[in-house]
């Protein structure tokens, strides 16, 4: 049974910073593409960054930048490092692990930044 639970979320203001982390619980974190998902209020869900299972990454082009998305295998976690946060940046961010037909998704972490 594969788990994944976030971490990080938050209040902000304009130009701060937040680390989300994403800690998958079961076997094989190694093996899967990881991603961050963004859902703002009344939106559909939006893919903000994606590192696969050897370490390439894909971002978003409005987070090119100054989103980092980082892997560690041994400690089955996966982060986000979001810097200069603007209030359209607002919404509930979710982890996804895929791997062929293998797709698991967290409850997501909320991430506020202030008008």
């Known amino acids: 049974q594969i788990q994944l639970v976030e971490s990080g979320g938050g209040l902000v203001q304009p130009g701060g910073s937040l680390k989300l982390s994403c800690i998958m619980r079961?076997?094989?974190?190694?093996?899967?593409?990881l991603n961050w998902y963004r859902q703002a209020p009344g939106k559909e869900r939006t893919l903000v960054a994606q590192?696969?299972?050897?370490?390439?990454?894909t971002y978003a082009s409005s987070v090119e930048g100054r989103f980092t998305i980082s892997r560690n295998d041994a400690k089955s976690t996966v982060y986000l490092q979001m810097n200069n946060l603007g209030p359209e940046e607002t919404g509930t961010y979710y982890c996804s692990a895929n791997w062929i037909s293998r797709d698991y998704w967290g409850q997501g972490t909320q991430v506020t930044v202030l008008e």
């Open positions: 079961g076997t094989g974190f190694g093996a899967y593409h």
């Open positions: 590192i696969d299972n050897r370490y390439k990454t």
